[in-house]
């Protein structure tokens, strides 16, 4: 089976690469240079089953048309994911919604062999940041991001990120049920993911989730900071999903909602404080220990169809800071 990875040069796809080549597949990932490229070959053996087509933006008209022949399933996983933004339409909103539907009608077009179609959405699609702490409510793949375009165009670069993921999954399922195509989608929505980097990166790089981590244990912080959203998820478990979800019946047309469970930085602090005991007088363990009620989580159906079983937080915990300890020293 061929694959298509896009944006194979990020933390998530890294573990998607892996697992896919471990699998057997024939894999063409796109990343935006020929210096990335030539980086993730050095990560496998010469003869492992990967090449390469350089997609330079997501945004551009066209922008898959070439990557998309000749391969059987697609993981899409290629989206902005940070807050350094000066213009919201440009910098977020444009790559992840025409991203999205550049590529689904790139496999209509030169790729009618296509079945399966893995999109990585996110928590941000599901979350209503009106309803705050929400405590009666338990979040699960039923519920919607209600945000507007008036907001998503606004000036809060957490919510331009949020309609970013949100309108960037709507134009997916809007695109199937207005094209027809051959194709059939599955979403995969994790909350803050975590968990141990495949690619050699350094603080300066490293991606945007993981850094919540290293900002914890790299004594740059007086105090726990409060989690604003305090739903987590391992690396592992969500490249897991996207994969599986290429493999199963069950996932056609479904969405999942890849979540482990929740977390204080007040937990995570105690597990690495524990764990390496000369991160102390760098990791805060003072404040943010709130007792208030937020909304649940329920994972259930990802278990169901997808298999999944949730590293836990320590272990994830763990294995990150394991690379985090060398940053430090
Ligand atoms: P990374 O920043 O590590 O990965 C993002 C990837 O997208 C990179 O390969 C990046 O390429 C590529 N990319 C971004 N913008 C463009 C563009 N305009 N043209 C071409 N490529 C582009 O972050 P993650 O691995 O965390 O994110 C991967 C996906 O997971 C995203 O869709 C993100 O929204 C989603 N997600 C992430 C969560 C998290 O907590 N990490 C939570 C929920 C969803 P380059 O590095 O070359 O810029």
């Not at 050095?42 to 990557?67: H, M, R």
């Not at 809060?156 to 970013?164: D, F, I, L, M, V």
């Not at 690396?235 to 977390?263: C, D, M, P, W």
């Amino acid at each position: 089976t061929i694959a298509l990875l896009t944006g194979a040069s990020g933390f998530i796809a890294g573990h998607v690469l892996k697992i896919l080549l471990e699998k057997g597949y024939t894999v063409r990932a796109t990343v935006r240079s020929t210096s990335k490229a030539d980086y993730l070959k050095t990560l496998y053996p010469a003869d492992a089953k990967l090449s390469f087509a350089i997609v330079e933006d997501i945004a551009a008209p066209n922008a898959f048309d070439e990557a998309v022949k000749g391969v059987d399933v697609i993981v899409h996983t290629a989206s902005p994911f940070h807050f350094k933004i000066t213009d919201p339409v440009k910098d977020l909103l444009d790559p992840a919604i025409k991203g999205t539907t550049s590529i689904l009608q790139a496999a209509k077009n030169f790729a009618p062999q296509v079945k399966r179609i893995v999109i990585t959405s996110s928590f941000a699609a599901l979350i209503d940041a009106s309803k705050g702490d929400w405590p009666e409510h338990t979040y699960s793949e039923a519920d919607w991001n209600p945000v507007t375009w008036e907001e998503a165009i606004g000036n809060n670069p957490s919510t331009n990120y949020r309609a970013s993921k949100t309108f960037a999954e709507k134009a997916a399922w809007d695109f199937l049920e207005k094209e027809k195509p051959n194709f059939t989608i599955t979403t995969i929505n994790p909350p803050l993911v975590w968990g141990p980097m495949v690619h050699d990166v350094t603080p300066e790089t490293v991606n945007t989730s993981n850094a919540n981590i290293w900002t914890l244990v790299n004594g740059s912080q007086a105090s726990v900071p409060p989690a604003h959203v305090p739903a987590w998820v391992d690396v592992r478990n969500v490249a897991e999903a996207h994969v599986n979800a290429l493999e199963t019946s069950k996932a056609e047309n479904q969405r999942y909602f890849i979540v482990a469970g929740k977390f204080t930085y007040k937990e995570i602090s105690d597990i690495v404080l524990k764990n390496f005991p000369e991160l102390n007088g760098k990791v805060p363990t003072e404040g943010a220990i709130s007792t208030k009620k937020v909304y649940d989580v329920d994972n259930s159906k990802s278990k169901a169809d997808l298999g999944i079983q949730y590293i836990s937080l320590e272990q994830s915990v763990i294995d990150l800071t394991k690379q985090l300890v060398n940053w430090v020293k």
